[in-house]
Nanobody, 126 residues
Framework: QVQLVESGGGSVQAGGSLRLSCAAS????????MGWFRQAPGKEREGVAS???????IYADSVKGRFTISRDNGKNTLYLQMNSLKPEDTAMYYC????????????????????WGQGTQVTVSS
C-alpha cells in the first residue's frame, strides 16, 4: 500500500523560506514520477514541481528560480525547498507519485498521479 506523508509546512513572512518533506512507503521509491502540487482556497489544484526517476526536473513558471525539488532515494523522501516566498504561495501543498515505473520525463499534469499525501499547509504573510 503506497503511503505519502508530508511535513514541514507552516507560517512565514514574505521573503522567508520553508522546506517541505514527503516520506514515501509501500513501493519501490526510485520508480514513478514524484511531484508537488498546491491548492489555494477557491482555486484548482496546480502543479508546482516534478522530478523523474533519474533526477530530471520541471517547475511551474510561478516558482522557477525560487523553489527546488529533490529526492533522496536512499531515504525514500521527496523535498521541496521554497525560498523567497510570496503571499501568493499560500496554499495546501500535496506530495504525489505516479506515472510509469521508470519516469524519464517529469510532468505536472494531475492525471499522471495515482497516489497523494494528505497535504501540509503553507501560509505566507505580507
Amino acid at each position: 500500500q503506497v503511503q505519502l506523508v508530508e511535513s514541514g509546512g507552516g507560517s512565514v513572512q514574505a521573503g522567508g523560506s520553508l522546506r517541505l518533506s514527503c516520506a514515501a512507503s509501500g513501493y519501490r521509491y526510485s520508480s514513478y514520477c514524484m511531484g508537488w502540487f498546491r491548492q489555494a482556497p477557491g482555486k484548482e489544484r496546480e502543479g508546482v514541481a516534478s522530478i523523474g526517476s533519474y533526477g530530471s526536473r520541471i517547475y511551474a513558471d510561478s516558482v522557477k528560480g525560487r523553489f527546488t525539488i529533490s529526492r533522496d532515494n536512499g531515504k525514500n523522501t521527496l523535498y521541496l525547498q521554497m525560498n523567497s516566498l510570496k503571499p501568493e504561495d499560500t496554499a495546501m501543498y500535496y506530495c504525489a507519485a505516479g506515472g510509469p515505473s521508470v519516469c524519464l520525463t517529469p510532468r505536472l499534469n494531475l492525471a499522471t498521479y495515482n497516489y497523494w499525501g494528505q497535504g501540509t499547509q503553507v501560509t505566507v504573510s505580507s
